[in-house]
Structure formats: structure tokens, C-alpha cells
Nanobody, 114 residues
């Protein structure tokens, strides 16, 4: 069974940076397109960035130039480097499959405030 374990969240001031990590087990990680998602209080979960199995990143418009998704297939791991953080980025961040996400992990909380 697939398992996603997110880490690296925290509290930062606006303009700050964080690097999120995702450890994946139970699947042949390298064959899947993956994504980072987030869910803010009172809002639906949304896709933040995705990456193909061979490492081509796609970032949604509201994080372009600030966030960078990457993966290491040898380590069954995925990352999200976040910079220029804004209060609107406050959310729980999750990693999962890009297509047909399921078996959500606990996520990691990111809080951006002055």
C-alpha cells in the first residue's frame, strides 16, 4: 500500500523560505507523475505543482517563480522549495499522485505570518 510522509513545514514570516520533503513507499515511485497539493482552512485542496516521472516540473500560476518542485527517484522522494512566502500560502501541504490522488498522508503545516 502506498504511503506518503510529508515533512519540513513550519512558521515563517512573509518573504521567508521553506523546503518540504515527501517520502514515498509502497509503489514503483519512478514511474508516476507526482504532485504537491495544499489545503487552506475552509478551502478545497488544490494542486500547487506537479512533476513528470522523468522530472519535468509544472508549477501553477500563483506559485511560479516562488516555488520549485523536484524529485529524486533513487530515494523515492520529492521536494518543494518555497520562497517569497505569502500569508496566502498558509495551508497544510500534501504530496500525492498527480493523477488520481488517494491515500493522503498527514501533510505538513506551513504558516506564514508577520
Amino acid at each position: 500500500q502506498v504511503q506518503f510522509v510529508e515533512s519540513g513545514g513550519g512558521s515563517v514570516e512573509p518573504g521567508g523560505s521553506l523546503r518540504l520533503s515527501c517520502a514515498v513507499s509502497g509503489i514503483a515511485f519512478g514511474v508516476y507523475a507526482m504532485g504537491w497539493y495544499r489545503q487552506a482552512p475552509g478551502k478545497q485542496r488544490e494542486l500547487v505543482a506537479s512533476i513528470t516521472s522523468d522530472g519535468i516540473p509544472i508549477h501553477v500560476e500563483f506559485v511560479k517563480g516562488r516555488f520549485t518542485i523536484s524529485r529524486d527517484n533513487a530515494k523515492n522522494a520529492m521536494y518543494l522549495q518555497m520562497g517569497g512566502l505569502k500569508p496566502d500560502d498558509t495551508a497544510v501541504y500534501y504530496c500525492n499522485f498527480r493523477f488520481g490522488p488517494h491515500h493522503w498522508g498527514q501533510g505538513t503545516q506551513v504558516t506564514v505570518s508577520a
